[in-house]
């Protein structure tokens, strides 16, 4: 989840509560380990007001991505340009992230881990915020650094690697940056992160070749998986939402990677594929947090680990929605991800080779 959906939520909240949606289960968690490449990335976010002491208002889980290659992560481009585009710019914060694989990770785990680290800043996670030892998980995740890809006056402000046409090159008057195409189903909601150090234990995923979607006999029908890491609502109400955020006052993180069955494909357009995701008709369903979470296909019974799509939009507030996934199998897609592992060893160059971030002039 980021803080764009909480202010969102408003907006949406009002109609949500005067419909009658069945509710829905976002999948079981992956007990198993049948999806080793999939992990959860989580936002360190600090306010730096220059008449007072640093603020952290973000500590936990924000997006899934899945590892493609030893350094590289896919998630969505809204995650990792979200700070630009819907906050406050690209200053007056400092921002870092980590990734974990672990089927569980909390919340609280990646307060403590802030604070055992010393990470700066830790000293003002305090209260609702504080790290509780006595609920730490047993094993601990690891918590794997993902570089630093821009600053701002020498501050961390950057972390991800957000896909060029996705952000204007030009920052509006108030310094924060702009979205080319608000709507998810059209932009290339495409971002990667570049871990500090290589993943040696895992299998990265590959993608659906260029134009492959196009080829796949009886695609429209064909019933597919997301995993993720987002909120499961009913686990916390048990009752349609109601008005304001209820449990989502300050996150929304599930902390735990969960298998979505999202229902039979049954559209695909030139820039994004739509699973049904109905409650009503038993399908799992996504939520704050699972953006960037990869879609699978299930054919001849088998759940094919290849990347189809990249969970981008969300309608109907985590109960069941036709949320567009972004289609992978574009050559733009496979471009931009290309140059990034080519550089995944020079993240400077990274920066300045392949990303919207160079535009924005938060490359080393």
């Known amino acids: 989840?980021?803080?764009?959906?909480?202010?969102?939520?408003?907006?949406?909240?009002?109609?949500?509560?005067?419909?009658?949606?069945?509710?829905?289960?976002?999948g079981p968690s992956d007990v198993n380990g049948e999806y080793p490449a999939v992990g959860a990335y989580y936002e360190y976010f600090v306010l730096l007001p220059s008449d007072g002491p640093p603020e952290v208002t973000f500590a936990e889980e924000s997006c899934t991505g899945t590892l493609v290659s030893e350094k590289v992560i896919l998630t969505a481009a809204h995650c990792t340009a979200f700070n630009y585009i819907d906050d406050i710019g690209i200053a007056g914060y400092y921002d870092q992230a980590w990734v974990t694989f672990d089927v569980v990770a909390t919340a609280n785990d990646f307060r403590c881990f802030l604070r055992d680290?010393?990470?700066?800043?830790?000293?003002?996670?305090?209260?609702?915020?504080?790290?509780?030892?006595?609920?730490?998980?047993?094993?601990?995740?690891?918590?794997?650094?993902?570089?630093?890809?821009g600053r701002n006056n020498?501050?961390?402000?950057?972390?991800?690697?957000?896909?060029?046409?996705?952000?204007?090159?030009?920052?509006?008057?108030?310094?924060?940056?702009?979205?080319?195409?608000?709507?998810?189903?059209?932009?290339?909601?495409?971002?990667?992160?570049?871990?500090?150090?290589?993943?040696?234990?895992?299998?990265?995923?590959?993608?659906?070749?260029?134009?492959e979607l196009n080829t796949i006999a009886g695609l429209v029908g064909t019933p597919?998986?997301?995993?993720?890491?987002?909120?499961?609502?009913?686990?916390i109400t048990g009752q349609q939402p109601t008005?304001?955020?209820?449990?989502?006052?300050?996150?929304?993180?599930?902390?735990?990677?969960?298998?979505?069955?999202?229902?039979?494909?049954?559209?695909?357009h030139k820039n994004a594929l739509w699973?049904?995701?109905?409650?009503?008709?038993g399908?799992?369903?996504?939520?704050?947090?699972?953006?960037?979470?990869?879609?699978?296909?299930?054919?001849?019974?088998?759940?094919?680990?290849?990347?189809?799509?990249?969970?981008?939009?969300?309608?109907?507030?985590c109960q069941g929605s036709k949320d567009?996934?972004?289609?992978?199998?574009?050559?733009?897609?496979h471009e931009f991800l290309q140059c990034v592992i080519e550089n995944q060893d020079d993240v400077a160059r990274a920066c300045r080779e392949c990303s919207a971030e160079n535009a924005l002039g938060l490359c080393d």
């Open 1 to 26: 989840m980021t803080r764009s959906h909480l202010l969102s939520a408003f907006l949406v909240v009002p109609w949500l509560a005067s419909s009658s949606i069945a509710l829905a289960s976002d």
């Open 117 to 149: 680290q010393a990470v700066p800043h830790s000293e003002f996670l305090t209260g609702e915020l504080a790290c509780n030892d006595a609920a730490r998980t047993s094993p601990f995740p690891v918590f794997r650094a993902a570089a630093i890809t």
């Open 154 to 211: 020498g501050v961390p402000t950057a972390h991800g690697l957000t896909h060029p046409d996705y952000v204007r090159a030009v920052l509006k008057n108030d310094g924060t940056a702009k979205a080319e195409d608000f709507n998810l189903q059209n932009a290339p909601d495409m971002g990667t992160l570049i871990l500090l150090e290589p993943v040696t234990d895992i299998t990265p995923l590959p993608l659906r070749a260029p134009g």
């Open 224 to 235: 597919a998986v997301s995993v993720g890491y987002g909120l499961n609502w009913t686990k």
């Open 243 to 268: 008005r304001g955020l209820g449990p989502l006052t300050f996150g929304g993180d599930s902390g735990v990677k969960r298998i979505a069955r999202v229902g039979p494909i049954q559209s695909l």
């Open 275 to 281: 699973p049904r995701q109905s409650p009503q008709k």
């Open 283 to 317: 399908d799992d369903s996504v939520c704050y947090g699972d953006s960037g979470s990869p879609l699978f296909l299930e054919r001849n019974g088998q759940v094919e680990q290849i990347v189809s799509g990249v969970l981008s939009g969300w309608a109907l507030w």
């Open 324 to 333: 567009p996934y972004f289609r992978v199998d574009q050559a733009t897609a």
